[in-house]
Antibody, heavy 120, light 111 residues
Framework: QVQLVESGGGVVQPGRSLRLSCAASGFAFSSHGMHWVRQAPGKGLEWVAFIWYDVSNKYYADSVRGRFTISRDNSMNTLYLQMNSLRAEDTAVYYC?????????????WGQGTLVTVSS | QSALTQPPSASGSPGQTVTISCTGTRRDVGDYNYVSWYQQYPGQAPKLMIYEVTKRPSGVPDRFSGSKSGNTASLTVSGLQAEDEADYYCSAYAGANNLYVFGTGTKVSVL
């Protein structure tokens, strides 16, 4: 079955970096666009970043542009999120999510999420 | 990148109908038919309930339906059941600049 498994979350100090990974299985990973979405404790969903199926285009929310980098390795069926210059407001559960299409349309599958806590 | 506007809460008794609105702008909900709805239980990942305004993924009960008029999309839950008590979020494609936006979320309670 379709599965997305995030890893790499944890506690990190403000200003430091963290890299999240998302291992995909059960579908043709290289045929789908992929998103990162986050949810701060007790808050709503916030879209973070998107990458086309072929890596040719990447998009970011204003709140993370210039600090976060989305990437993917289609040979390894893995999605990444490199997070630099982390701030307290980046504290959230980060979800890896699959788009229905090669480019952006709708998210149809979500991972279970990984918690990132930015605190000194 | 402003969030789409949803009412904070909605409620109904078992068997009743609840409708949740999702208001955006012409640049997101209005111009594109890529509006989705997600159900989220506490501590769990969201689940897709409606995509492309009106389409229902396999396995989603037909009690859930979607629609759109102008810059406002709606999710209707008919024949409300206890298991429908959850948070619901809309989302929309917002064009090449802002790309993707979520709604503020609505907590549905079954009385």
């Amino acid at each position: 079955q379709v599965q997305l498994v995030e890893s790499g979350g944890g506690v990190v100090q403000p200003g430091r970096s963290l890299r999240l990974s998302c291992a995909a299985s059960g579908f043709a990973f290289s045929s789908h666009g992929m998103h990162w979405v986050r949810q701060a404790p007790g808050k709503g969903l916030e879209w973070v970043a998107f990458i086309w199926y072929d890596v040719s285009n990447k998009y970011y929310a204003d709140s993370v542009r210039g600090r976060f980098t989305i990437s993917r390795d289609n040979s390894m069926n893995t999605l990444y999120l490199q997070m630099n210059s982390l701030r307290a407001e980046d504290t959230a559960v980060y979800y890896c999510a699959r788009d229905l299409a090669p480019v952006v349309t709708s998210i149809d599958t979500w991972g279970q999420g990984t918690l990132v806590t930015v605190s000194s | 990148q402003s969030a789409l506007t949803q009412p904070p809460s909605a409620s109904g008794s078992p068997g009743q109908t609840v409708t949740i609105s999702c208001t955006g702008t012409r640049r997101d909900v209005g111009d594109y038919n890529y509006v989705s709805w997600y159900q989220q239980y506490p501590g769990q990942a969201p689940k897709l309930m409606i995509y492309e305004v009106t389409k229902r993924p396999s396995g989603v009960p037909d009690r859930f339906s979607g629609s759109k008029s102008g810059n406002t999309a709606s999710l209707t839950v008919s024949g409300l059941q206890a298991e429908d008590e959850a948070d619901y979020y809309c989302s929309a494609y917002a064009g090449a600049n802002n790309l993707y936006v979520f709604g503020t979320g609505t907590k549905v309670s079954v009385l």
